[in-house]
């Protein structure tokens, strides 16, 4: 039996976080595997913290507001700790569909990699996001390709399938804030495999994004410094 | 001794000892301490010592003394300023680690209740 932590970060999403946690638990799953759903409160304003404690779910509820990294991170520190074999975030506004989770896991049994990233981008179905957006992410794959030599198609997807040994990594470091495109060189400089596939995802059914269009500037310069940065900083390490 | 001269001296001596308070109601921490105890006695001693600034601008080639003072005083603040950038880094990831611990002892407390 493999059993699988669905880690969801929940930021002021009272409205959209029951039908998740419920779409979770349904969802269809390969044969000898479990899925338990992590819901990581991250300090909401809003009934956040109630709903999920009357949810089929296990609820961390943090002190302090993390942001999206910490709030991630608490999750993955949650499944290590209680030796999971997997772990897969999803997002907590209701635009990873939860009926594509066994496409990742299907994905992982048979190309056995380390990181699955479900993406938007391999052929162009469901939704696609706006311009900018995607400007941003054709960067993020020519800076990654640049510095690890690698091609990830969708690298702002949150919706990613780790297994045990990257799950030993992001417990002692993830990113803080927008960790995404960051975690990738994580990832590669650790020496895991990354594979993506196909996924179809939906407008956010409530919520906000973590990234507004102001700071979308801010944004690229900030990730890219912190690409850099974690680059060099594994690079010197060995 | 001129008038200037008592007024700073006075004020650097009001200086030291609400720092020295500052320290005994464990409102500043020691090493925090030092910086400002030490910039308070610099400041004590150019008070009494009317020529030093001139001497020490001499003595590194500064042609206007008062320029002395504000390359080494913004220097030392950039310094000081970088030095306490790093202290939050440090606080921020070790708040960052305690509000994790914190999320999951609760859990775990709630299911045993």
Redesign the interface.
């Known amino acids: 039996m493999k059993r699988i932590a669905a880690v969801v970060p929940a930021y002021n999403e009272e409205k959209a976080i029951a039908a998740v946690v419920e779409d979770i638990n349904s969802a269809a799953l390969p044969e000898d595997y479990a899925i338990d759903v992590i819901v ?1 409160n991250d300090c909401s304003k809003d009934a956040t913290g109630e709903v999920i404690s009357k949810l089929k779910c ?7 507001n ?1 942001g999206i990294g ?1 709030a991630v ?2 999750g993955f ?2 499944a290590f ?1 209680n030796n999971y074999d997997f772990a897969i975030q999803i997002d907590g506004d209701g635009q990873h569909p939860a009926s594509e989770i066994q496409k990742l896991i299907e994905f992982q049994i048979q190309n056995t990699v380390d990181v699955v990233i479900g993406s938007r981008f391999i052929s162009k179905e469901g939704f696609q996001s706006s311009a900018i957006r995607r400007f941003g992410i054709n960067y993020f794959k020519w800076l990654n390709n640049l510095l690890v030599g690698i091609k990830v198609n969708d690298s702002t997807s949150g919706f990613r399938l780790i297994n045990r040994n990257v799950l030993e990594v992001v417990s002692d470091y993830y990113p ?1 804030e927008y960790p995404e495109p960051e975690a990738i060189i994580l990832y590669s400089l650790n020496g895991f495999k990354i594979g993506e596939v196909q996924v179809q995802m939906k407008e956010r059914q409530g919520g906000v994004s973590s990234i507004g269009a102001f700071s979308s500037i801010y944004y690229m310069f900030k990730v890219s410094l912190a690409i850099i940065y974690t680059f060099i900083r594994i690079k010197f390490k060995k | 001794m001129a008038k200037i001269q008592i007024i700073a001296i006075a004020i650097s001596l009001l200086f030291l000892l609400y720092i020295i308070r500052l320290i005994i109601k464990g409102k500043l921490r020691e090493e925090y301490s030092i910086v400002w105890i030490v910039c308070t006695i610099v400041l004590i001693v150019f008070s009494f010592w009317r020529n030093g600034l001139e001497v020490m601008a001499n003595l590194l080639g500064v042609y206007e003394a008062p320029n002395l003072i504000f390359t080494g005083a913004i220097f030392a603040i950039l310094i000081y300023l970088l030095h306490l950038s790093v202290v939050i880094s440090k606080l921020q990831s070790q ?2 680690q305690l ?2 611990d ?3 002892l ?2 775990k407390m ?1 299911k045993k209740n």
């Open positions: 990581v296990i609820p961390l509820n943090l002190p302090i993390l910490g991170q608490t520190k949650y700790e803080d | 708040n960052k509000a994790q914190i999320a999951m609760k859990e709630e």
